[in-house]
Structures are given as C-alpha cells and as structure tokens.
C-alpha cells in the first residue's frame, strides 16, 4: 500500500506547514479531509484520484475540507465521492445544500463505516474520543494498517486491532496528559507500541520541534505531503 501524508496537523495548528488532517493511501481512498487538505491535494497534483473518503469522526478539523472540495468536484465534473462517515453528517451536508451550493456525494452513515474500494477492505473499530468515533482498518490482502483517528490510549477496541497490524497511524497532540481532551499524548505511545511500526499523525505545530526530539528515531513523524510504501 502506498500512503501519502496530506494533512498532518493537530486541531490547534495554524498556518500551512501542517494542514489539518488527511491521509490518502493508494491514490484512491481518503481517510479524513481537514481544512487546508483539499488544497494539499491541488499542490501534490492529486485533486482528481480519490473516489472514497472515510471520516473518522465529525470534529472540523477532520472532515470540513471536504465542502470545498464536494464544489470542485463538481465543477471538474468529476464521479461523485463515495463519503463514508459516523452517523450526522447527511444533515450538515444537507444544510449547505439547502442554503444554495450545488454539491453532492454518495454518503453512507453508520456507527461503525464500512467498505470495498477497489481492492480495499476498510471496516472500523469504536475510538476513545470526547465524542462518537472511530479508527479505521486497512488491508489489501497482504498487508494491514490501521489508522487510529482522534482517540484517547489506552483504547480496548484500537489496542485489539494493532496486535498484527503492519503498520499504526496514530495521532499525537501532546508530550503528555492530553487525555482528558481524547487525545493520545507522545509518550503514551512509544510505552505502549514500542515493538511496532508507528508513524504519528495529528501534530500540533507549535510543539512540532519537542515531538521531533523526543520521537526521533523510535517513531517516523509525518509531515505534509509524506509518502510511505508498506
């Protein structure tokens, strides 16, 4: 599977260095969509090669990238997207359309998103976030990753899931104590994945530099436009 890093900053982050969460794994299917990600994929040539989105929960700075996004494609005139998604966002897709933008998707809601893209089996697991969340599976039939989403640790559903997987997208807004807010702090997860492969996601900019010192060389640290084969 090929990986591609669009967005890799935390809610928190400003600027343009580190947009706000997405992840594209082989050119086709689009785990999140923040802000400034969709422009991402205009810089990286890639605009027109997702067919599928899946979002792991309904914090903006996971999935309010897609209504821009939702209006180019349309005026590309291209398919529309696949978008699956936790339960309530047919209603806020709706509202804009009810307001006058003429934008439109494939949208399939559940507790638990599910699906087949091409030759990808993608299910999800129940996330420890302050609201309805999920992680989401990956694999291609040969190789499995998971991609944990917004999430507190330890997380019974997520911790089950990297037992054989290949590889672990997991956010890290914080050094430590960052719990309370949902979140998974740096150093929880170099204790509790020490013997896998991580790469950490979800990086607040203005702590960008300790995060690097501290994961360098135990953890790969994503940034924007980052591409892994695995």
């Given at each position: 599977?090929?990986?591609?890093?669009?967005?890799?900053?935390?809610?928190?982050?400003?600027?343009?260095?580190?947009?706000?969460?997405?992840?594209?794994?082989?050119?086709?299917?689009?785990?999140?969509l923040?802000?400034?990600?969709?422009?991402?994929?205009?810089?990286?040539?890639?605009?027109?090669?997702?067919?599928?989105?899946?979002?792991?929960?309904?914090?903006?700075?996971?999935?309010?990238?897609?209504?821009?996004?939702?209006?180019?494609?349309?005026i590309r005139q291209l398919?529309?997207?696949?978008?699956?998604?936790?339960?309530?966002?047919?209603?806020?897709?709706?509202?804009?359309?009810?307001?006058?933008?003429?934008?439109?998707?494939?949208?399939?809601?559940?507790?638990?998103?599910?699906?087949?893209?091409?030759?990808?089996?993608?299910?999800?697991?129940?996330?420890?976030?302050?609201?309805?969340a999920v992680s989401y599976v990956i694999l291609d039939g040969k190789r499995k990753i998971l991609y944990s989403g917004d999430t507190k640790e330890p997380c019974e559903p997520i911790l089950e899931e990297v037992k054989d997987s290949d590889l672990i997208i997991h956010e890290s807004t914080c050094i430590e104590n960052c719990e309370e807010w949902g979140h998974t702090s740096l150093n929880q997860i170099l204790s509790l994945f020490k013997d896998k492969k991580v790469v950490i996601t979800h990086i607040p900019i203005d702590i960008e530099e300790k995060i690097i010192n501290l994961g360098n060389n135990k953890v790969i640290i994503a940034f924007d436009g980052m591409t892994l084969n695995v």
């Open positions: 599977m090929r990986i591609r890093f669009i967005g890799t900053g935390a809610g928190s982050s400003v600027g343009t260095k580190r947009v706000k969460s997405s992840i594209l794994i082989n050119d086709k299917v689009l785990l999140d923040g802000p400034g990600a969709d422009l991402k994929l205009e810089d990286l040539n890639l605009y027109d090669k997702p067919i599928a989105l899946f979002i792991s929960h309904l914090h903006v700075d996971h999935f309010s990238g897609i209504f821009d996004y939702l209006v180019q494609r349309k398919p529309e997207l696949e978008i699956y998604s936790p339960r309530g966002l047919s209603e806020i897709i709706s509202s804009y359309i009810r307001v006058g933008n003429n934008i439109s998707a494939k949208l399939y809601e559940g507790n638990l998103p599910k699906g087949k893209v091409n030759d990808l089996e993608i299910y999800s697991v129940n996330a420890c976030h302050t609201i309805h």
